[in-house]
């Protein structure tokens, strides 16, 4: 959660690098330097979804999750045909 001046968020964050999905840190900037060696799919993305605090954390949470069920299979389909644009 992060708290401010206008509320608390709630903030889901992971990276995705090629097919692989994380949120360790360390595992994200491996799987970069494997990609850069060329022994992987290339691009490399940190994701950031938020949203401010409903009346529960498990209501926030579903909201979230509805969002990612809804759009992150189209942002990611996104996201690796920028990948290999860029090639």
Same mark, same amino acid.
């Given at each position: 959660? /992060?708290?401010?001046?206008?509320?608390? =968020? =709630?903030?889901?964050?992971?990276?995705? /690098?090629?097919?692989? $999905?994380?949120?360790? #840190?360390? &595992?994200?900037? +491996?799987?970069?330097?494997?990609?850069? /060696?060329?022994?992987?799919?290339?691009?490399?993305?940190?994701?950031? /979804?938020?949203?401010?605090? %409903?009346? $529960?954390?498990?209501?926030?949470? $579903?909201? +979230? %999750? @509805?969002?990612? #069920? @809804?759009?992150?299979?189209?942002?990611? &389909? @996104?996201?690796?045909?920028?990948?290999? $644009?860029?090639?």
């Amino acid at each position: 959660l /992060l708290r401010g001046a206008r509320g608390e =968020m =709630m903030v889901w964050s992971w990276y995705l /690098l090629g097919e692989v $999905s994380t949120t360790n #840190d360390y &595992q994200a900037k +491996l799987l970069q330097i494997i990609a850069r /060696l060329g022994l992987a799919e290339p691009g490399a993305y940190r994701i950031v /979804l938020m949203a401010p605090m %409903q009346s $529960s954390r498990e209501h926030t949470r $579903s909201v +979230l %999750q @509805d969002f990612a #069920d @809804d759009y992150m299979p189209v942002v990611y &389909q @996104d996201l690796r045909q920028a990948a290999e $644009s860029a090639r």
